[in-house]
DNA sequence: CCCAAATATGTAGTGATATAACCTATACGA
DNA sequence: TCGTATAGGTTATATCACTACATATTTGGG
């Protein structure tokens, strides 16, 4: 048992190297749809709920909830974790983040008008980079099989692991 | 936000009701073929290994962490949380059992011999059952989109939600 | 505008899941 | 049998998520 990978958790930035460079258009622009989209929908995107969005789509990568709790204090002053929690419960019910079941993080979605359909995560699991896809095919597929073993269909978010680019031969 | 669904956790029979009837003869199949594979691979499925495996197998839903604690205590005595993670860490290391990240639960494979393939998983999130399937064309989906991305596969498994058969109009 | 209801946030404590660190016991091969 | 590797015991702690209740803010009707 030299080299298993640990059950829990890592992480997503400990020695964090990023492989994809990150723009701040795409977040402002993200920002904009996701303010149409609740005034369209009669929520209310407040200051907190806003600046836990603003954080993930600063990321490059997942964070978890205590990293976004970490990086949302202002002048010494710590926000409570149940806050962050409930601000990503809303985010996570209208359809502008994603939680990660299997690294306990949440990311915004890369894509707002999508809306709550079936979409798939690519998540690295060497540097923790998650790609968010929207293939018919996967999609159409897992359809087929949940129909087939006779399960009724819940759109949710699919989580596939595998290696990313930058970090194949390198580690 | 009347009727979101909590991002914890829920024990897998809390309130459970089950569809399916569960056969101890596949269980006694599945022991000794764990314990055929385990000779062959030089691998040591010790009592407490070998108990852990044999309550995952005797459970018809997916089970958590502190629940096999509880249900492997003999005499008064409480295993201690970190013997099961460790036995649970073999068993999975081995293919012999699954982590279902989605509802931090654990379950026996159902079919020892199929290894480390791609594997999927059909969760009811209705009553928390799940079916290990293995789906050649989940499989083929899901290697050509990483493929797609430039991600190098590794065989891991595949969590699907939907609601089973049993739990559709009831609930 | 004022008030009542609904919604959002603050605060404190706790529950639930998983692992670290260190030590002892047992199994295995030479 | 002895040395090493592996497994398990014990204690404490890290990490992730939520309950319960009080307070503040927003919103829509009168
Ligand atoms: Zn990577
Ligand atoms: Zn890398
Ligand atoms: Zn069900
Ligand atoms: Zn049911």
Redesign the interface.
């Known amino acids: ?1 030299v080299h ?1 990978p640990s ?1 829990q958790h890592r992480l997503p930035n400990e020695g964090a190297h990023i492989h994809a460079p990150w723009r701040s258009e795409t977040a402002k622009q993200a920002i904009a749809q996701s303010e149409a989209l609740c005034r369209a929908k009669g929520a209310r995107l407040t200051p907190i709920r806003r600046r836990v969005l603003e954080v993930l789509l600063a990321s490059p990568k997942p964070l978890g909830a205590y990293d976004l709790v970490d990086r949302l204090g202002s002048q010494g002053r710590r926000m409570a974790p149940i806050t962050v ?1 409930r601000a ?3 985010l ?2 209208h359809g502008l983040a994603h ?1 990660l ?2 690294r306990n993080a949440y990311l915004a979605s890369s894509d707002v008008s999508t809306g709550r359909q079936t979409t ?1 995560f ?1 998540i ?2 060497s540097c923790g980079e998650a ?1 968010e ?1 929207t ?1 018919p ?2 999609a159409d ?2 359809l ?3 129909k087939e ?6 759109a ?1 978010a ?8 930058g970090c ?1 031969d390198i580690h």
Chains 1, 2 share one sequence.
């Open positions: 048992m298993t059950l929690y990503l419960d809303f996570i019910e939680r079941a299997s798939a690519l690295c699991e790609t896809i293939s095919a996967v597929t897992v087929k099989v949940l073993q006779g399960y009724q269909p819940r949710r699919l989580e596939i692991t595998g290696r990313c680019a194949q």
